[in-house]
T-cell receptor, first 114, second 109 residues
Framework: DAGVTQSPTHLIKTRGQQVTLRCSPK?????VSWYQQALGQGPQFIFQ???????QRGNFPDRFSGHQFPNYSSELNVNALLLGDSALYLC?????????????FGEGSRLTVL | DAKTTQPTSMDCAEGRAANLPCNHS???????VYWYRQIHSQGPQYIIH???NNETNEMASLIITEDRKSSTLILPHATLRDTAVYYC??????????FGAGTRLTVKP
């Protein structure tokens, strides 16, 4: 049973560029959340997708956007990259929303902005 | 903002119990206490969660005080592979989990 898979694992961009990160949730899961983790800090919630719509959003600017596809996979897009966007981007999946069960995390996509 | 306070770092001898404290004095009645850990360069891993009663699973035990203002995660027999950052999170459910800085646990041989 494949867990949460993310791609790419590493990528380098320059300031002002745009990036798309991808996530496939664990089998049977329909809810995807995205987190940003800067070096030495805990993960920060970006947003959550369920039924192909953004359901909750953390304190991130509109440069951060996402999408969820009918097969429940998801993309995170970041426009006009800043140096401060360099971080590990984590995807987490769960079954349904508002449950108390565990979140399953992927290994992350490490973005470096030069 | 994280609703919890944890020590920045802790050490534990291999084979001994690791007791990781967490303060959550502003917890509300319907909020759960969750614990996750993150081993270097990996995504966070769920450990355990509880509401009022103490909980135990194959990984750890969670002890929640009667007033629910603090809790302790117990790893009964720590191994070198338990070296990680441990996050204590207070939340209504698994949506919008707010991670703090966590406790960096180092298990030493």
């Amino acid at each position: 049973d494949a867990g949460v898979t993310q791609s790419p694992t590493h990528l380098i961009k320059t300031r002002g560029q745009q990036v798309t990160l991808r996530c496939s949730p664990k089998s049977g899961h329909d809810t995807v959340s995205w987190y940003q983790q800067a070096l030495g800090q805990g993960p920060q919630f970006i947003f959550q997708y369920y039924e192909e719509e953004e359901r909750q959003r953390g304190n991130f600017p509109d440069r951060f956007s996402g999408h969820q596809f009918p097969n429940y996979s998801s993309e995170l897009n970041v426009n006009a990259l800043l140096l401060g966007d360099s971080a590990l981007y984590l995807c987490a999946s769960s079954r349904g929303r508002g449950h108390t069960g565990e979140l399953f995390f992927g290994e992350g996509s490490r973005l470096t902005v030069l | 903002d994280a609703k919890t306070t944890q020590p920045t770092s802790m050490d534990c001898a291999e084979g001994r119990a690791a007791n990781l404290p967490c303060n959550h004095s502003t917890i509300s009645g319907n909020e759960y206490v969750y614990w996750y850990r993150q081993i270097h360069s990996q995504g966070p891993q769920y450990i355990i969660h509880g509401l009022k009663n103490n909980e135990t699973n194959e990984m750890a035990s969670l002890i929640i005080t009667e007033d629910r203002k603090s809790s302790t995660l117990i790893l009964p027999h720590a191994t070198l592979r338990d070296t990680a950052v441990y996050y204590c999170i207070v939340n209504l459910d698994n949506n919008d989990m707010r991670f703090g800085a966590g406790t960096r646990l180092t298990v030493k041989p």
